[in-house]
């Protein structure tokens, strides 16, 4: 059994669990990231294309700018098609010049773990039988197996960045936290192609009688797209030329004609949910990211909201190690609730609106396309969608 000890050790080498690494060392705080997979594993993972500029202020603060810089793709507009017509909402007019960045998160992830290499920071990889233990005390550890051999690693503070399926939430008393969910009866089917975006310069979301679909993009030359698929659907149901056709079956005409397909490089069904646990701090242990809320990606907003739960908890432990204040950390939990519920009500709303329900044929489609119409023509609701869209500002009235 090997003992060591930290000032804080993170959970999962995820976007949370790397960002918040990346701020507590710029703030000369120890800290030490046990993730249970492989450095190739985590970043074999494809997930979230837009980020907010709250994250992309976060990743030039932690040091990790120049990625997004030079890779992303910055956005000004998105465009929303219903009853076969294209309509963009000009987000940038609309919210006084906030924009978008299409940057992926495996480049974020990887940028952040280029990082940590060069700065030799620790970071136990492969880590099996990962558990928590009094974390309801001040002296809360983490006890692991790494190639055979048993670790004990003291700590003054656990962060749970470890998603929605770790082992960080899982370790609380269920008396001790409350979850709220709704699981939509739908998956996304999505698709990464090394070929030119359709829509490079706006993400495009379409509802339509045959069910939503997206058009993203990674680069100028590698595209991401979704259809919404039944939950009871299997990746090998779907070749590639059946997904080429679907998509296109639920675009306008003149995307659908101008659609360049390729092969799939990856091809994956994500369910979708949305999820919450109450409140994010338990003594000792703080959650941030997946492991403590869960958006339908349709608002991109899950990677983006474990940014600034990243940057609410790294502030808040700053604070209290080079300040001695508890104020932070005491807050942390309703700060980054605040802004959790924003963007679950955001993601609930867009998924409501652009997804084909079992039961909302005809007239529940009637409705979709209604509010669709009254939103591509109204200031407030377009404004309302925007606002939402670039990312409420961390600090905001609630
Ligand atoms: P993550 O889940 O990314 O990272 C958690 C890390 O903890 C993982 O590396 C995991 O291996 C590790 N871990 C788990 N259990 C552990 C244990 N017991 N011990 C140690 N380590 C452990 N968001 C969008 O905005 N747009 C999208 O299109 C989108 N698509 C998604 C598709 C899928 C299939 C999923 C699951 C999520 C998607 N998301 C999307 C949301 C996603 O981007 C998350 O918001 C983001 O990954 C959150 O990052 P983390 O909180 O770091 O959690
Ligand atoms: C993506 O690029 O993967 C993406 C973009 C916007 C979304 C969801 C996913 O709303």
Partial sequence: MSNSRTQVAIIGAGPSGLLLGALLHKAGIEHVIIERQSPDYVLSRIRAGILEQVSVDLLHEAGVGDGVSQGGTIHHSIELVFKNTRHPIEVTKLTDGKVVTAYGQTEVTHDLMKQRQRLGLDTVYSAADVSLHDFDSASPQVRYVKDGVSHVLHCDFIAGCDGFHGVARASVPKEAITEYEKVYPFGWLGVLADVPPVSSHAIVYANSDRGFALCSMRSMTRSRYYVQCPLSDKVEDWSDQRF?????????????????????????????????????????????????????????????????DVKYLSSALIEYFNERSPVGIDHYSQRALARVWRAERFSWWLTTLMHRFPDSAGFGQKMQEAELDYLVHSQALSTSLAENYVGLPLNFAS
Avoid: C, Q, Y
């Avoid at 639920?250 to 360049?260: K, S």
């Avoid at 000792?284 to 809320?293: M, N, P, S, T």
């Fill in 244 to 308: 080429w056709d679907e998509l296109r079956k639920r675009l306008d005409p003149d995307m659908a004609e101008r659609m360049i397909t390729g092969a799939s490089i990856e091809k994956s069904i994500a369910p979708l949910r949305s999820f919450v646990a109450e409140p994010m701090r338990f003594g000792r242990l703080f959650l941030a990211g997946d492991a403590a809320h869960i958006v339908p990606p349709t608002g991109a907003k899950g990677l983006n909201l474990a940014a600034s």
